[in-house]
């Protein structure tokens, strides 16, 4: 099955630095990766995702890159502010016939500091 | 438009003791996902339903039992707690293999 790798862990940034977290991936047939934002004590939340049909998508701060070849894809956000603390998870997914299961990553814990 | 809702927020149960979890969704998507989520493991799927009346086992199914009677609802059965059901629970629907909008989870706490 797939497996995703999700580093770092932790990242701790100046509020207006860039945050980069990056995710490996095993299975060549993956074809959606979705980046999601969960803070404390929610659900987590949708905040971008790419096709494999892409290499990279920008939504005003944040942007993913894909680069299927080396099978790893990656969130930049710019110009970060003290709302963008958050967990912040990557996953992959097949999305042909009879697959429809998102395999996450363990998570980013992003510290913005003022 | 409600969303993704799950009842209830919190539960403590005995080892041993059964419970159900609900979720509704009020976006008349066809599939329907339940997960946990426990500390430096991420999400990982229990089981999901890609339409009324079916269900299909996830990576951790072992312990649990779902049901998709309407449309709307997905339950989430423990039939028997055990400690290490203890975790974070979050339901999840989608129109499609796409996007997934997640509840606002369930603790539950067995001890």
């Known amino acids: 099955g797939e497996n995703v790798e999700q580093h770092p862990s932790t990242l701790s940034v100046q509020e207006g630095d860039s945050a980069v977290i990056k995710c490996t991936y095993s299975d060549s047939a993956s074809n959606y990766f979705p980046w999601y934002k969960q803070e404390l004590g929610k659900g987590p939340q949708l905040i971008i995702d790419i096709r494999s049909n892409v290499g990279e998508k920008k939504d005003q701060r944040i942007a993913v890159t894909l680069n299927k070849t080396a099978k790893h894809f990656s969130l930049h956000i710019t110009e970060t502010q003290p709302e963008d603390s958050a967990v912040y998870f990557c996953?992959?997914?097949?999305?042909?016939?009879?697959?429809?299961?998102?395999?996450f990553g363990k998570g980013t814990k992003l510290s913005v500091i003022p | 438009n409600a969303g993704v809702t799950q009842t209830p927020k919190f539960r403590v149960l005995k080892t041993g003791q059964s419970m159900t979890l609900l979720c509704a969704q009020d976006?008349?998507?066809?599939?329907m996902y339940w997960y946990r989520q426990d500390p430096g493991m991420g999400l990982r799927l229990i089981h999901y339903?890609?339409?009324?009346?079916?269900?299909a086992k996830g990576e951790v199914p072992d312990g649990y039992n779902v049901s998709r009677l309407k449309k709307q609802n997905f339950l989430l059965g423990l039939e028997s707690a055990a400690p290490s059901q203890t975790s974070v629970y979050f339901c999840?629907?989608?129109?499609?293999?796409?996007?997934?909008?997640f509840g606002p989870g369930t603790r539950l706490t067995v001890t």
């Open positions: 339903s890609v339409g009324e009346g079916t269900t």
């Open positions: 996953a992959a997914s097949f999305s042909g016939a009879g697959s429809y299961q998102l395999t």
């Open positions: 999840a629907s989608s129109s499609g293999v796409w996007e997934q909008y």
């Open positions: 976006m008349n998507h066809e599939y």
